[in-house]
């Protein structure tokens, strides 16, 4: 009986993988996302220049053959600095979902699971915090804990943890009470086991497209804190930051904006596509 | 049982906002160190800062502090701005138009975009017309705000300069002011627009499968009064909501458009303040901003209810 489950199982993930690699949106968000993980990577190969060399003769130069994305206001390159950038953007991107999907799943399956006085405190605390706009608590972090790239994480951790608390909670509560789970609490099974054995796995779907979604949210919020001068800092290359400093030369560089702002809108284009075809494949119901 | 629900919602409300205001407090007091010595800087004479202290009350203890701060409040007074020595309620006051135009034009824009477009991707899923809808608000929502932002002003900064890019225009001149505010509202508004026809689209979809729609076909109403008769309103109260949560999420990015066309606004005053290190004022904005996701929040509610009443027992 175990062992013709677990077969089932396994083909029934593999048709779900086949159906993730037919996706047009998988391909693409796996595609890019590949690419910009390859950038980071191989970042000193693919960069042609150092992204610190200042080279003050080709000051807000258009693109050229030996700059391909043209320079900014100190020569350097804008295209290693943008292979450069894909560095801190991946980290905060990744750790920060990382930091949200373990804090949030744990926190939200207390809360669900628990019911009662635990679930009132915890939905409790969540309102409070999702009554500071994300962008908000994200600054007020950084205004009291200052700037640099740990405590941006830190920063936007906090301010979209509890959006992942809450979702994972609906999720816990929607089958907590579903008759696979009274049944095998009517068997005697501890709560560790049902919460491992058939909560989790059945909640794993949820957390895994939010994953997609939130990492495209950290980095929006990055790029964002970047952009107001409160996040990783110069002469560290940040998307973010290179847009804004490309916003003062706006009108005789526009090189030093279209390109960082491109590869912004590319990454949050490749990580949404992920996160729907994460959620068509997933769960067919939502396949309208 | 109606008046009963936004009565409990009501009080929540003002739990959750004495919460946020006792945490804003201690968040910025506790862990920010010692905000005179961030003000003034590391060489300041002890002198200087002493009395610095003193007028800003900060060598009370911090109960009386807080006391103090909340006694405050409640009679209109969230302290001085460090700076220009001005009270941080009257900036406030200052710029709220700015800002509460800015969302709500957007919002308004992002709204009478989105139900036609994402009425029109639901009915015409399968022509090309609404695959690029689709598409487009995929692209849409994928764009940060300062990206559009940005991108609007390079469109029409040197391309077609038609617009006034800068500042916020003249409050008392209306014509100004209206036309400062389009293309913020546009960088905004098209953004909301994408997020919101995404889910007027979906939840369409799932209206359209109802039963009740065949059964209007069934009875032989026109089509154009089928959807709007009954698809319509049945998704009205779910789009008040969702137009709701994206307002809350959208003052958080205000932030950013402020900031990008040199707007004055309540973003633009909360950055300044955290650029000068000025605690009061931003303290104050934190608080400013919490308030109106908190009211807006309570507003969604309050119309999802009389819209729907069934949905008070969630």
Redesign the interface.
């Known amino acids: 009986m175990r062992r013709t489950f677990k077969i089932y199982r396994l083909m029934r993930s593999n048709k779900r993988l086949r159906a993730f690699c037919r996706n047009k949106l998988a391909i693409f968000g796996t595609s890019v996302l590949l690419l910009i993980v390859t950038m980071a990577i191989f970042a000193p190969l693919i960069a042609p220049h150092s992204p610190y060399e200042h080279n003050y003769a080709l000051k807000i130069h258009s693109p050229s053959n030996s700059y391909i994305m043209g320079n900014d206001q100190y020569g350097r390159g804008v295209f290693s600095r943008i292979v450069y950038g894909t560095r801190s953007v991946l980290q905060i991107g990744l750790l920060t979902a990382v930091v949200s999907a373990v804090v949030g799943t744990s926190i939200g399956l207390v809360a669900g699971y628990a019911g009662g006085t635990v679930d009132r405190l915890i939905t409790?605390g969540v309102?409070?915090m999702?009554?500071?706009?994300?962008?908000?608590?994200g600054?007020?972090v950084?205004?009291?804990?200052g700037v640099g790239l740990y405590k941006v994480i830190w920063a936007i951790a906090i301010s979209l943890t509890p959006g992942f608390i809450r979702l994972t909670r609906v999720a816990v509560v929607s089958i907590k009470h579903t008759t696979f789970i009274e049944a095998s609490k009517a068997m005697g099974a501890s709560h560790i086991r049902i919460i491992g054995k058939h909560v989790l796995p059945n909640i794993s779907d949820t957390i895994l497209v939010m994953f997609a979604l939130w990492a495209?949210k950290a980095i929006?919020a990055a790029?964002?804190l970047g952009?107001?001068?409160?996040g990783v800092q110069p002469p560290d290359p940040e998307w973010?930051y290179m847009?804004r400093q490309?916003?003062e030369l706006?009108?005789c560089a526009?090189h030093m904006?279209?390109f960082p702002?491109l590869m912004?809108?590319l990454l949050?284009?490749a990580l949404?596509?992920l996160s729907?075809a994460l959620r068509d494949v997933l769960d067919p119901k939502?396949l309208? | 049982m109606t008046a009963a629900y936004i009565l409990r919602r009501f009080v929540s409300s003002i739990v959750v906002l004495f919460t946020v205001v006792t945490l804003v407090f201690f968040a910025v007091r506790v862990l920010s160190g010692d905000p005179v010595t961030a003000m003034l800087g590391d060489h300041a004479t002890a002198q200087a800062v002493q009395s610095m202290r003193t007028r800003l009350g900060l060598d009370n203890p911090m109960y009386v502090q807080y006391f103090g701060y909340l006694f405050g409040l409640l009679h209109g007074d969230a302290g001085r701005s460090i700076s220009g020595d001005i009270p941080v309620i009257q900036s406030f006051i200052e710029v709220f138009p700015f800002t509460l135009a800015l969302a709500l034009g957007s919002i308004v824009f992002g709204l009478l975009l989105s139900i036609p477009l994402g009425v029109l991707a639901a009915i015409k899923r399968s022509s090309l017309l609404g695959s690029s809808i689709t598409l487009l608000s995929f692209v849409g929502v994928s764009i940060p705000s300062f990206v559009m932002a940005v991108t609007l002003l390079l469109l029409f900064g040197s391309l077609v300069p038609i617009l006034p890019v800068m500042g916020g225009g003249d409050l008392s001149n209306i014509p100004d002011f209206l036309r400062h505010l389009i293309l913020p509202v546009l960088s905004k508004g098209l953004i909301t627009a994408a997020v919101l026809a995404r889910l007027v689209r979906a939840k369409f979809l799932v209206v359209l499968g109802e039963d009740y729609m065949k059964t209007a076909a069934a009875k032989g109403l026109s089509r154009s009064r089928i959807l709007l008769k009954h698809g319509l309103k049945a998704v009205l109260a779910e789009i008040s909501t969702m137009a709701g949560i994206e307002l809350a999420a959208m003052l958080g990015g205000l932030v950013l458009t402020e900031v990008v066309f040199t707007r004055p606004g309540l973003g633009k005053l909360l950055y300044t303040a955290v650029i000068e290190r000025d605690y009061f004022t931003l303290q104050g904005g934190i608080l400013v901003f919490c308030i109106l996701v908190i009211g807006v929040n309570f507003l969604a509610d309050v119309v999802c209810v009389m819209v729907d009443p069934r949905l008070q027992y969630d």
């Open positions: 409790a309102d409070v999702m009554s500071f706009p994300p962008m908000i608590l600054i007020m950084i205004a009291i804990m495209s929006i790029a964002s952009f107001l001068g409160l973010g847009l490309g916003m706006l009108y526009p904006v279209v702002g912004i809108v949050i284009l949404n596509a729907d939502t309208t």
